[in-house]
Nanobody, 120 residues
Framework: QVRVVESGGGLVQAGGSLRLSCAAS????????MGWYRQVPGKQRELVAA???????NYGDSVKGRFTISRDNAKKTVYLQMSSLKPEDTGVYYC??????????????WGQGTQVTVSS
């Protein structure tokens, strides 16, 4: 089995910074894509940022220039450095990873989510 655990959320004032972490563990041969998604009540979960195994990055339009995604393959961990935070960045942030099993085949796993609240 695979476990995905996020950490680092919290309450921050507008203009502040937070760093989220997401670690995968368990039956993992390798990890392909890793990403962060955000969900607010009444809206669909949206992509915030994603990074491939080769290091290519993709960002949602609303966070470009403010958020930075990175990964540590040895630690099976992905990070999201969030700066210049705005109240509209508030939401539950979910980590998603594409895991390749030791016996072959890939599956996507979600973490439980971590709350980020930005006060004005």
């Amino acid at each position: 089995q695979v476990r995905v655990v996020e950490s680092g959320g919290g309450l921050v004032q507008a203009g502040g910074s937070l760093r989220l972490s997401c670690a995968a563990s368990g039956s993992i041969f390798s990890i392909n894509d890793m990403g962060w998604y955000r969900q607010v009540p009444g809206k669909q979960r949206e992509l915030v940022a994603a990074i491939t195994s080769g290091g290519s990055k993709n960002y949602g339009d609303s966070v470009k220039g403010r958020f930075t995604i990175s990964r540590d393959n040895a630690k099976k961990t992905v990070y999201l450095q969030m700066s210049s935070l705005k109240p509209e960045d508030t939401g539950v942030y979910y980590c998603n990873v594409e895991v390749i099993s030791p016996i072959g085949g890939g599956s996507y796993y979600w973490g439980q989510g971590t709350q980020v609240t930005v006060s004005s």
